[in-house]
Antibody, heavy 119, light 107 residues
Framework: EVQLVESGGGLVQPGRSLRLSCAASGFTFDDYAMHWVRQAPGKGLEWVSGISWNSGSIGYADSVKGRFTISRDNAKNSLYLQMNSLRAEDTALYYC????????????WGQGTLVTVSS | VIWMTQSPSLLSASTGDRVIISCRMSQGISSYLAWYQQKPGKAPELLIYAASTLQSGVPSRFSGSGSGTDFTLTISCLQSEDFATYYCQQYYSFPYTFGQGTKLEIK
């Protein structure tokens, strides 16, 4: 069974940093691109960042560019999101998601980890 | 950035109805479009990818169509478990983007 488990969320003050992790299992991790998507409380989905299987292609939403860094460790079947200079508007549930074969949407998604940025 | 306009934002319907949700892109994306369903407190689930390909396990009452800039998700014969929020997503180019969402509620 394919499983994605996020961790690392929590309460953090504005301007501080946080690192999210996503542990993957049940599939050949280094065959697939991976993504982070967030959802602010009561709001819609916002794609945050994505990384190709070999880290050769990386993209960011304009709202996080220059502050967030995505990375992966294929030996550890893990995806990461380093979040710096956090703002109140970064408060959200952060999901990790696996990209389908031949770029076929995101499936599955993890259950998310909550990041709250507040003083 | 590819902008998406998803409509309507709120849709009221009854069990057994047929509903259509639309998604329009600011530029052509070929068929690089997916549709997701999200229920309260749950992660989104993939329904359709490549604009019209049904994800394994998704009921056949869901269908997608379109290419280029205009896309639709159709749910024929609504069931009680279909009342949820639906999102379109383009994955043609970074940054990937989602539509604003359509909440499908019981009339």
């Amino acid at each position: 069974e394919v499983q994605l488990v996020e961790s690392g969320g929590g309460l953090v003050q504005p301007g501080r940093s946080l690192r999210l992790s996503c542990a993957a299992s049940g599939f050949t991790f280094d065959d697939y691109a991976m993504h982070w998507v967030r959802q602010a409380p009561g709001k819609g989905l916002e794609w945050v960042s994505g990384i190709s299987w070999n880290s050769g292609s990386i993209g960011y939403a304009d709202s996080v560019k220059g502050r967030f860094t995505i990375s992966r460790d294929n030996a550890k079947n893990s995806l990461y999101l380093q979040m710096n200079s956090l703002r109140a508007e970064d408060t959200a549930l952060y999901y990790c998601a696996k990209e389908g074969v031949a770029v076929a949407g995101f499936d599955p998604w993890g259950q998310g980890t909550l990041v709250t940025v507040s003083s | 950035v590819i902008w998406m306009t998803q409509s309507p934002s709120l849709l009221s319907a009854s069990t057994g109805d047929r509903v259509i949700i639309s998604c329009r892109m600011s530029q052509g994306i070929s068929s690089y479009l997916a549709w997701y369903q999200q229920k309260p407190g749950k992660a989104p689930e993939l329904l359709i990818y490549a604009a019209s390909t049904l994800q394994s396990g998704v009921p056949s009452r869901f269908s997608g169509s379109g290419s280029g800039t205009d896309f639709t998700l159709t749910i024929s014969c609504l069931q009680s478990e279909d009342f949820a929020t639906y999102y379109c997503q383009q994955y043609y180019s970074f940054p990937y983007t989602f539509g604003q969402g359509t909440k499908l509620e019981i009339k």
